[in-house]
């Protein structure tokens, strides 16, 4: 099924997982998986390495939980070092596993590394995609702007050419404040952007992962917050019980406020995504068919 169905129904919820190392068998995370698939999430999707090395490994994850576990699947496509020919194999292997939905993203910059320039953008991976391949696109964006970007105003245009290039609903990165987002998403709105926003929580148990975040992604840590994770830094089952319950109080709030959807930033742990998930799931259950 396209994600983009999902919408129309439901408050969606979804998972992000990613591949376990190389060195390590890619069948690691099917146990994981399995775990995960006891919340009923409407889909999973599993992250792509930018540099490339991973891509096997990400359609095959994408082909178990779509095939073994009966739950649909969205594979990561960074497109920073990708040809287009290495871009029409990957949609084959896609297809030949059934895989229908793809989040279209440009990748980071790795140091060191020089990108191959067929795909300077993500939009352009986005219209590359839909005029070679059925698949359902999902897009990223970034309440609190992308670290590249000027100004909210780029940030928002930049996006909206995204969508028009064919994506249909867009997930968001990790953010702490949710007045951002709904100010994002009332930017978007404005903008003529209507396709569904998904926002993305991750649940924060160590003061190591806050810190490796906030340096990638632009998270700006409210107070409260901030708070929080100083008073229990040296605690680490207090941490983490702190930061699930953070997680659901954004939850709660998102879907009070008819968020289109919740995506969990799982890091690839069922314990954690099981408590966040059983405290709201009738918060899921009382948006059915709204
Ligand atoms: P783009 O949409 O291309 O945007 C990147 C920047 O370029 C923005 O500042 C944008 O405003 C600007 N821009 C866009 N179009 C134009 C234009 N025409 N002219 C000038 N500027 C423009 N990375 C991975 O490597 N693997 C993953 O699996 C992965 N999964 C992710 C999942 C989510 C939900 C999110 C939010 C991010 C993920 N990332 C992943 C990280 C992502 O690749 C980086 O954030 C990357 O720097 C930007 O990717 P993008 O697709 O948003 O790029």
């Known amino acids: 099924m396209k994600t983009s169905e999902l919408f129309k129904k439901k408050t969606v919820l979804s998972f992000e997982v990613f591949p376990p190392k190389n060195t390590t068998p890619v069948e690691s995370i099917y146990s994981t998986i399995d775990e995960l698939k006891g919340l009923k999430p409407d889909f999973i999707s599993v992250t792509y390495g930018a540099g490339g090395t991973s891509d096997n490994a990400t359609i095959a994850i994408c082909d178990a939980i779509k095939n073994k576990c009966g739950i649909e699947a969205a594979a990561h496509l960074p497109c920073i070092n ?51 391949s059925g698949m359902n696109v999902i897009g990223a964006c970034y309440p609190e702007t992308h670290p590249e970007s000027k100004n909210m105003v780029d940030e928002v245009r930049h996006l909206k050419e995204k969508v028009d290039a064919g994506c249909t609903h867009l997930i968001t990165q990790l953010f702490f404040n949710n007045e951002d987002f709904y100010e994002f998403y009332e930017k978007t709105r404005i903008a003529g952007i209507d396709v569904p926003i998904e926002a993305g929580i991750m649940p924060v148990t160590n003061t190591r992962q806050i810190k490796r975040m906030v340096s990638i992604t632009n998270a700006g840590l409210p107070k409260k917050f901030v708070k929080i994770m100083e008073k229990y830094e040296n605690d680490p089952v207090a941490l983490r019980d702190a930061g699930i319950a953070y997680a659901v109080s954004q939850i709660v709030d998102l879907i009070a406020n008819d968020v289109d959807g919740i995506h969990l930033y799982t890091m690839n742990n069922p314990y954690i995504a099981t408590k966040i998930c059983s405290a709201v799931q009738s918060l899921f259950a009382a948006h059915e068919g709204d």
């Not at 040809?83 to 440009?106: C, P, Q, S, Y």
């Open 82 to 132: 990708l040809d287009r020919e290495r871009a029409l194999h990957e949609l084959e292997l896609m297809k030949a596993a059934g895989i229908e939905n793809v989040l279209a993203l440009r990748g980071d910059i790795a140091p060191g590394t020089e990108p191959k320039h067929i795909f300077e953008h993500a939009s352009d991976l986005v219209s590359f995609i839909k005029e070679n």
